[in-house]
């Protein structure tokens, strides 16, 4: 009686040695396929070449949308929506001198001297202007001056792509101008 | 001579514990099979090459790979020409990033167009041999830039590609976390 006890509660160690060896294998094959970083891309296209279509305009209706974004070292230039951005009408002679002297949103240390100098927030805010009246349009042209660095031209993408400070009713950052379309730009 | 009482014990004890081992490889292993992924592409980080943040969430798909670093242009892997440094006619004193004169006719870059022509051409006979639509050269390609690249080498690189039946173009980023 005693002895069948003994027996019944002996402890078996279960031999590990081979998941282990299983796990060794393992582990340099997921060490190569592992990514630590995450990859995007952002979509953009060519300008297309040919003659601009000439469309009779009906003065009653709304002027067709081509907005474009210059980055210069001196700030951005929202382009091709002055009637949303300034609604009062063309500038008279001597402001429109002064209008061409800067750009629409200039930097906060001007000349800029890094990119955080960029006054994103308020290009954000303008494009949530523009997509008000224009909740149909989808695309920007970037016109980039030759000096300027890829880094900031793919932040203007970001904050002309969508308006990550408001949500849409999914809870999705709000769509501005995704399709974007890279220009020559200055010389 | 006989064994002591604490020197029998240690013959007893020294075989090798495993189990905590084990605890420990699963746990790496679990974590190993969450970061596993399967990308169509693959950066090589390095001082040359630094590619720029971003909050785009579209995953990257096959095409052409360009990469322009700090010191050359590079097609799928092969090396087509070195990049330069010219003086900054703006901020005299500083040099900035340029492709050599002798490289180009005007702004396109010869050896580049070239070497991206024979790519779409091969796309194209690929396409043809297969006879699958998802082989059709549609004239993609993954750019990887350097963040310090100014957009004068982006530009002619571009319309480059753009001569050679390239339109669309898909500038690689590391995503940002938010």
């Given amino acids: 009686m005693a002895v069948e006890r003994r027996k019944s509660f002996q402890v078996t160690e279960l031999n590990l040695v081979p998941v282990m060896n299983l796990v060794t294998i393992l582990i340099p094959f997921l060490l190569m396929a592992a990514e630590f970083v995450h990859l995007a891309v952002i979509d953009s296209t060519l300008p297309a070449i040919g003659k601009p279509e000439v469309e009779e305009l009906d003065p009653n ?17 929202i382009a091709g929506a002055d ?32 990119i955080d100098s960029y006054d994103f927030a308020e290009l954000t805010r303008l494009l949530d202007l523009i997509k008000d009246e224009y909740p149909d349009d989808e695309n920007v042209i970037l016109v980039p001056e030759s000096r300027i660095s890829y880094e900031l031209i793919v932040k203007v993408m970001d904050y002309t792509r969508e308006d990550r400070e408001t949500r ?11 399709y974007v379309v890279i220009a020559g730009g200055a010389q | 001579m006989p064994l002591t009482k604490a020197k029998r014990r240690l013959e007893i004890e020294g075989e090798l514990s495993i189990t905590s081992m084990m605890d420990m490889m699963v746990i790496i292993l679990v974590f190993l099979l969450k970061s596993y992924s399967t990308t169509d592409i693959s950066v090589a980080a390095s001082d ?32 087509i020409l ?97």
């Avoid at chain 2, 798909?61 to 050359?72: D, E, Q, R, Y």
């Avoid at chain 2, 010869?110 to 006879?131: F, G, I, P, V």
């Fill in chain 2, 48 to 79: 040359e090459l630094a590619l720029p943040t971003s909050t785009a969430e579209k995953p990257p798909g096959v095409a052409v790979n360009l990469v322009i670093t700090k010191s050359n242009i590079v097609v799928d892997g092969l090396e």
């Fill in chain 1, 61 to 77: 209706e709304k002027p067709p949308l081509v907005l474009s974004v210059h980055i210069t070292d001196e700030g951005l230039t």
């Fill in chain 1, 168 to 178: 849409d009713k999914d809870g999705e950052p709000r769509l501005l101008f995704p």
């Fill in chain 1, 83 to 114: 009637h949303v951005l300034n609604p009062e009408g063309a500038a008279t002679e001597g402001e429109e001198e002064e209008a061409d002297k800067g750009p629409t949103i200039p930097c906060k240390v001007t000349p800029c001297a890094d």
């Fill in chain 2, 82 to 178: 070195r990049l330069t440094k010219v003086p900054d006619e703006e901020n005299p004193g500083q040099e900035i990033l340029a492709v050599p004169e002798d490289e180009k006719k005007g702004q396109l870059i010869t050896r580049l167009y070239d070497r991206l022509l024979e790519k779409a051409e091969d796309a194209k006979q690929l396409s043809e041999l297969t006879q699958n639509t998802e082989h059709d050269f549609k004239g993609q390609m993954l750019l990887q830039c350097d963040k310090k690249l100014p957009f004068s080498v982006l530009r002619e690189v571009m319309y480059t590609a753009g001569q050679a039946q390239f339109s669309e173009f898909r500038f690689v980023v590391y995503k940002t976390g938010d």
